[in-house]
């Protein structure tokens, strides 16, 4: 069965606390791993797309890697408007649903 | 940047109404697709649209639900008969070819009182 883990559930930062956020995934032929934010109250606002082992895209202070069986976003020197929960999804089924993870909820203080 | 739009934003209705959610895709868009998230809980599939048919479906999505595309522009859920376990954010999406540009709209948050 298709399935997305992501963890922690929950990350506390101070700001300018670098850290790393992970999503392992179980899927028969990857077509893509995706990254989202997503506010209180608000739709997953998309991040990144990566679609093979090796790939790395990054977006001021977000990088995204992929392996054959995970994905790490690092946040360098996080800011409090990085606070949100983070949510990845890979592409899953016959047509073009995309299975989520729970997310990490990412608090960055001052 | 173009977005997916959805109105209302929030709907409250009396368990055993219909409710109609509706989506405005991005205009080039080929495929659209219903999620709902609950609560603290994570985002689910519920159906996609691809060629004026459903593309695939979930288990959640029962034949109280359906889904249409009126006119060029709309992408529509329609909740027959709501449920209190109907409550939950709906989100509508939409993507071109390959994924490209599979992009959410900000949901409308239903309660079914």
């Known amino acids: 069965e298709d399935q997305v883990t992501q963890s922690p559930e929950a990350l506390r930062l101070q700001e300018g606390e670098s850290s790393s956020l992970n999503c392992s995934y179980t899927?028969?032929?990857?077509?893509?791993l995706f990254w989202y934010r997503q506010d209180p109250g608000k739709g997953p606002e998309f991040l990144f797309t990566?679609?093979?082992a090796g790939e790395e895209k990054e977006k001021e202070r977000l990088k995204a890697t992929l392996t054959k069986k995970e994905s790490f976003l690092h946040i360098t020197a996080p800011k409090p408007e990085d606070s949100a929960t983070y949510l990845c999804a890979v592409p899953t089924g016959t047509a073009s649903k995309l299975t989520f993870g729970t997310g990490t909820r990412l608090q960055v203080t001052l | 940047e173009p977005e997916v739009t959805q109105t209302p934003s929030h709907q409250v209705t009396q368990m055993g109404q219909e409710v109609i959610l509706r989506c405005v895709p991005i205009?080039?868009?080929?495929?659209f697709y219903w999620y709902r998230q609950i609560l603290g809980q994570k985002v689910e599939f519920l159906v996609s649209f691809y060629n004026n048919e459903i593309s695939e479906k979930s288990e959640i999505f029962d034949d109280q639900f359906s889904v249409e595309r009126p006119d060029g522009s709309n992408f529509t859920l329609k909740i027959r008969s709501t449920k209190l376990e109907d409550s939950a954010m709906y989100f509508c999406?939409?993507?071109?070819?390959?994924?490209?540009?599979?992009?959410f709209g900000s949901g409308t948050r239903l309660t079914v009182v």
């Open positions: 990566l679609y093979s």
């Open positions: 999406a939409s993507s071109d070819l390959g994924f490209n540009g599979y992009t």
């Open positions: 205009s080039n868009h080929l495929y």
């Open positions: 899927v028969s032929g990857l077509r893509g």
